[in-house]
């Protein structure tokens, strides 16, 4: 838990300025009513002082790990506060930078609240968050208090897909195959295994109620036809715009439901479908030349 | 990722604070109405219940001509009504217009602090006019729901639909409670400063004496019911009412019954004798410089006073705030010689009636010494049937005459008045001194001294005595002397009005009044207490209180800085206190299991988190095969504790405890 610090906030010292006049003017009068008002006013705002720092302490923060995102999207990255005090907490704020928060109203005394982190995704790479800071001006907002709190959450950012290249053609029939070969609601062309990884929307769930293993409907426009999304066929275009060009043909690649394979330098990802072949391929290009970002 | 700020993350005003904070200004401005024009506490509360209703009302460009318009009204306003623009009435009517102004204006929660501060600063203005014990108690109301809209800000800021008025408020009492250390702390250690400087204030409602006395001058004070000062007697009991003769202002100019306040060239101050009487007296603010003590103050004088021809007290500034002071009196004149110069000014006077210059000289002639001329004008007022009234009507004219001759009917002020010129005549040099009689006893031991006990009475100056006190009204109306003023005139009507008619109805009656006039008396003591002890501990108190403590004098830097250090301490240990309740464990059945599962992994069987109690014994069970009935018992216990009916069995509890410290694993 890192270390709680209370300062003043602009209305704090707002509140300092009427304090001074306030203090001049019961002087000046010699007027015991108006010193009073000023020792009361001074002493209600120190004592809030007392809970904001309180507000702070005895509550945890945790990220979970978010949904990959494309640079230039946003990452909502589930989050979850644990009060583990006898009190409530009021007003929180946990933020990532200045532009992006997360809020909690309130944190009852002994429950876990959950909220979503949502940031903007600017580069891609693997990422880590280490710490956030939590903050809150409650209860009179005369003084804010904020503390540092480690989460250490990594997250992928797949590079911004983009480009305008075709798919390449398949080296096997050396016809191009656009995207849109297959659609839903082709015609039925018989079952296959199923293959870890794969979209389940396709799974025969009546055979698997039956007590057979998992088989998957295929379909006519459905075809293994092999495309290999190759680095080297982009000599034109810097490093950025190929990884761009890449993930745009993962992305299309994965939609028109051939098998695909990715190279690149140093990495040859042999060819596939489905989500978890999507994902590693995007992760791939991802990373690539880029081990981990802050 | 170096800028960290607070967000606000709804930045439109929430409505329900709002309101909270229009209830708040509106209790802030409700004791103001009084004071300052009607129109600008009015035109306060519809900005604010305007703004309430309708989310943004006005466009920038009508804002700000509206700024204009009503600003140059206040202003017109304060310069037509006040003079200026300096002082307490028009310095409100501008804050008042201002803050208005800041209502209509107002779009976000940044705003809404704002205006909560400038509340703060109107709910002081009100301590200003006054500071009596039921206004600081309002004011600190007003302060509790000011706290409370921006408690309220807080819970209801983000976005919370849930109505959290009662939370609010509550959270704000609380804040004042626990502020009651620190406040404290303040109340008796900060260092009271006199700037010396006053704001320029226009009390209109200001009553009480003026520096000269009209036949009929009086009169308007004495129905007054307010209260003039307030007196105690640290080192004696209160001395009876008939020896309470308050000085206040000494006339030197005589014309007739008119005398004025004039002024005696080369007046020193007059030696004085006998006992002195130490006096603690808290004056109601009146608007004049003049001080009041018993007859006849002396040194040392109060911190700001000084002493003016005649033995008067005056304070070096006007009394516009509740004054608190000490003064010391003596009750003996020692005075041997009168200096020419003063004896010239004492026996001038104003062309006076055959008739009374006649009735003057007859004394004279008809006496051995001035003794004797004394005693002859008291017998003449108390053997011709003069009649002392409240309303003896305006005397006009040649008003001495026909006081002396043919009317016969007065006041304290036109027996002294007559009394002191008719010495003049008659080569006694005399004054009159205007000031106050008595008073009523307050719980405590205090005296209440109210306007109505108003009076006037005459000096003269006797060789071998000095200047001596004569008052003329003893010869003619003698209780008025001994009871005050207001139960000498309500004896009076009542053995006029109800001459036997003691019949049940106005006994209730009767003793329903003194039951109010005990609640009155009550009140009036707290109000009295407060206003010695808290509201006058001044500069000089707080030095008394040091020195009571054996505190000495700290210095003024020392005493910031020690002031901080107690405050600091305090606020630590609220802060713990607040840690510890927050912390405080709240399961000891818990705490057991955790105390069994650490034993248990320093013996190699690591609970998971995700861990149940029966799988966990299985795997204890297996590393301790030898001890099953121990570890068996410990998990039974554990589970009827936990999810079984034994919850909160504390002799369970006892037996689970000594189970698991009984557990060593090794």
Redesign the interface.
């Known amino acids: 838990m890192g270390k709680t610090r209370v300062a003043l ?1 602009w ?1 704090g010292a ?2 300092v300025l ?1 304090l001074f ?2 203090w ?2 019961a ?18 705002a ?6 904001t ?2 507000n702070l ?2 509550w945890t923060v945790r990220l979970e790990k978010p949904e990959p995102a494309f640079a230039g999207q946003e990452v909502a990255c589930p989050l979850e506060a644990f009060n583990a ?3 409530s907490r ?2 929180l ?1 946990i ?4 532009a992006s ?1 997360a ?4 944190l009852e005394a ?1 429950k876990a609240g959950r909220t979503q982190l949502r940031f903007l995704a600017k580069e891609r790479g693997r990422h880590r968050i280490r710490r956030l ?1 939590i ?7 005369f003084f ?1 208090g ?1 503390r540092s709190v480690d989460v250490d959450q990594e997250y992928l950012v797949y590079p911004h897909p983009g480009g305008s290249e075709g798919l390449p053609p398949s080296p096997g029939t050396g016809t191009v195959s656009r995207e849109g070969v297959k659609r839903e609601g082709d015609d039925f062309a018989g079952m296959r295994a199923y293959r870890p990884g794969e979209s389940q929307r396709h799974i025969d769930w009546k055979a698997v109620a039956r007590g057979q293993p998992l088989l998957v409907k295929q379909f006519a426009g459905e075809h293994d036809e092999k495309i290999y999304l190759d680095w080297e066929t982009l000599p034109l275009l810097g490093d950025e715009e190929r990884l761009s060009q890449l993930a745009l043909w993962v992305i299309k690649a994965e939609r028109s439901r051939c098998l695909y394979g990715l190279k690149i330098p140093g990495l040859f990802i042999p060819p596939a479908r489905g989500e978890a072949h999507y994902h590693r391929c995007l992760g791939a290009l991802a990373v690539y030349r880029r081990g981990e970002a802050a | ?1 170096n ?5 606000q ?1 709804e930045q439109r005003m929430p409505r329900r604070s709002l309101l909270f904070l229009c209830v708040a200004i509106g209790l802030a401005v409700a004791p103001l109405a009084a004071k300052v024009p009607f129109w600008a506490c009015a035109l306060l509360l519809a900005a604010a219940f305007g703004r309430l209703l309708a989310e943004k009302w006005l466009g920038r460009w009508s804002i700000l001509l509206l700024g204009v318009g009503l600003f140059a009204a206040g202003i017109g306003t304060a310069m037509v009504r006040y003079h200026t623009l300096v002082g307490l009435e028009p310095g409100t009517v501008l804050m008042l217009v201002l803050l208005s102004l800041k209502f209509l204006e107002a779009k976000s929660t ?1 705003d809404f ?2 205006l909560v ?1 400038l509340g ?2 109107l ?2 203005t009100t ?2 006019f006054s ?1 009596d014990f039921i ?2 108690i309002y ?2 109301g007003v ?1 509790a729901v000011l ?1 409370g809209a ?2 309220h ?3 209801a ?4 639909a849930e109505n959290k008025l009662w939370p609010a408020t509550r ?1 704000s009492l609380l ?2 409670a ?3 250390p ?2 404290i702390l ?2 008796l250690f ?1 260092p ?8 320029n204030n226009h009390l209109f409602d200001m009553t009480g004496m003026s520096d000269e006395m009209k036949p009929g001058g009086i009169e308007s004070v004495v129905t007054s019911t307010k209260v003039a000062f307030r007196a105690d007697f640290p080192d004696e009991e209160t001395p009876p009412t008939g020896n309470l003769y308050w000085r206040g202002v000494v006339l030197w100019n005589s014309d007739g019954l008119n005398w004025t306040r004039g002024y005696a060239a080369g007046w020193k101050p007059e030696p004085l004798g006998g006992k002195t009487v130490r006096q603690r007296i808290t004056l109601e603010p009146h608007g004049r410089k003049w001080l009041f003590a018993l007859d006849r103050p002396t040194v040392p004088l109060p911190h700001d006073a000084q002493m003016v021809s005649g033995d008067a007290l005056e304070s070096r500034k006007p009394v ?2 509740a004054l608190h002071y000490e003064v010391v009196s003596r009750t003996e004149s020692r005075e041997a010689t009168l200096p020419p110069l003063i004896r010239a000014t004492a026996l001038r006077t104003q062309e006076v009636s055959p008739r009374a210059r006649q009735l003057a000289l007859s004394w004279r002639t008809a006496a051995a010494s001035d003794r004797e001329v004394v005693d002859q004008a008291l017998r003449y007022f108390h053997k011709e049937h003069f009649l002392y009234t409240l309303a003896p009507g305006g005397y006009s004219g040649d008003s001495l005459d026909e006081f002396l001759f043919r009317r016969r009917t007065g006041f304290c002020e036109h027996y002294a008045g007559a009394f002191a010129t008719l010495m003049r005549v008659a080569g006694i040099p005399s004054r009159v001194v205007l000031g106050y009689l008595g008073g009523n006893a307050g719980y405590g031991g205090y005296v209440i001294v109210p306007e109505s006990d108003a009076h006037a009475w005459a000096e003269v100056w006797l060789p071998g005595h000095g200047w001596l006190r004569v008052d003329p009204t003893i010869v003619v109306a003698p209780e008025r002397v001994n009871v005050g003023l207001e139960s000498y005139l309500e004896s009076a009507a009542a053995t006029s009005s109800l001459l036997g008619a003691t019949t049940g109805a106005v006994g209730g009656f009767m003793r329903m009044r003194d039951v109010l006039r005990d609640i009155r008396l009550a009140w009036d003591g707290v109000n009295y207490q407060w206003d010695l002890r ?5 500069e000089e108190a707080q030095h008394n209180f040091f020195t009571v403590t054996g505190l000495g004098n700290p210095g003024t830097m020392r005493l910031i800085l020690r002031t901080f250090l107690w ?1 600091g301490i305090a ?1 630590t240990l ?2 713990s206190w ?2 510890f ?4 464990p ?1 399961d000891k059945v818990r705490a057991l299991y955790d105390k069994f599962c650490r034993r248990a992994a320093s013996a190699g069987v690591q609970r998971e988190q995700w861990e149940g109690p029966l799988d966990f014994r299985e795997r204890v069970l297996q590393r301790f095969p030898g001890r099953a009935a121990e570890v068996e018992n410990i998990f039974r216990m554990y589970i009827r504790l936990r999810y079984g009916a034994d919850e909160g069995n504390g002799k369970l509890v006892g037996d689970f405890s000594r189970a698991v410290r009984g557990f060593y694993p090794l």
Request: charged share 10%; net charge positive.
């Open positions: 906030t209305n707002g509140l009427l006049g306030t001049y003017s002087a000046s009068q010699g007027n015991g009513a108006a010193y009073l008002f000023l020792f009361v006013l001074t002493g209600v120190l004592v809030s002082s007392i809970h720092w309180m302490r005895d005090s006898r009190q009021h007003a704020q933020m990532l930078t200045p928060s809020f909690f109203d309130g002994g800071k903050l809150t001006s409650y209860p009179l907002g804010k904020s | 990722m800028r960290w700020m607070l967000q993350r940044r602090r704002v501060l703060y600063f709910a002081l301590l200003f500071q206004v600081c004011i600190g302060f706290t921006l408690v800000l807080q819970l800021g983000w976005g919370e959270l804040l004042l626990q502020a009651t620190v406040v303040l109340f900060f009271r400063f006199n700037f010396g400087f006053q704001i516009n705030t808290v509201m006058g501990y001044d405050i606020l609220l802060a607040m840690n309740r927050a912390r405080k709240a």
